[in-house]
């Protein structure tokens, strides 16, 4: 698989607060969470149905749980008590703390390149936040967590390989993750609401595009490319937020944040510059 399809995934991911609030902004939080995971779970499941080995059951349980179990009522959480904006900034911590938790369980000293990258990546997302934007520690202290839990899983999946076929991997993480949301989901909202109208267009965008599509390509990248490029690459995720609301919804940017876009686009092109270079095929020959 080309590694930049795995870029589609943060631009996918950064639509959510668009298509969430224009189609589907009176379902509870917690039911879009249930639908962004059984039913493309179970789509992919049906692509390519495979068994699980009784060994690789507490793994898979584990990234589960931590991937879509935990981590979608936070997502969905900081979403309910902050601005989109503020939660996509947040979500920009991400090449950071994937430099500290390589640091910490790994002994990875993280270079000066990659934090100089990942430094230039945050400011510019705290340049297109702007001023004024009032914080809620509730929120902000869900958005951080959800951050920490793709970082763990990024680590565990790079560690620990899954061993299997890739699609069937991912429909199993949706579909446990999401049998895991469902009793609370219940408990918190009652029955789920029967989608009307724009409601289809919504969730199928969230199922097969923000699901189905997006954690295939995501899950790929966490177990082929290395975790810094990949938590930069997070960054297109606010800016795909920023631009959408730009362009779809007519919001207008401020010089300051398009200075943040050209910054977060600047830490992008460094990494690819700072990326070492293959041996060629006469050095590996010498």
Known sequence: MPPFLVALTPILWGTTYLITGKYLADWPALWLA?????????LLLAIRPAKVAWRQVPFLLLISFLYIGAFFPLLFLSALHLPGSVAGTLSATLP?????????FLHKV???????????GLAGIILLLGPGVALDWIGVTAALTSVLLI???????QQ????GGLISFTGWQLLLGGLMILPLAYWQDGAMPMPVGDNWFGLL?????NSALAYVLWLWGMVNLPLNRLGLLTLLNPITAVLAGSVLMHETLSVWQWCGVVTVLTSLVLELLFRPKRPSAVAKSA
């Open 96 to 104: 950071l703390m994937l430099l500290g938790l390589q640091w910490l």
């Open 151 to 157: 970082g763990i899983c990024s680590l565990l999946l």
């Open 34 to 42: 249930v639908m962004r995971a059984i039913p493309p779970g179970l």
């Open 160 to 163: 620990h390989p899954w061993q």
């Open 110 to 120: 993280p270079s000066r390149q990659a934090l100089l990258c990942a430094l230039l």
């Open 205 to 209: 965008w969230l199922i097969l595009l």
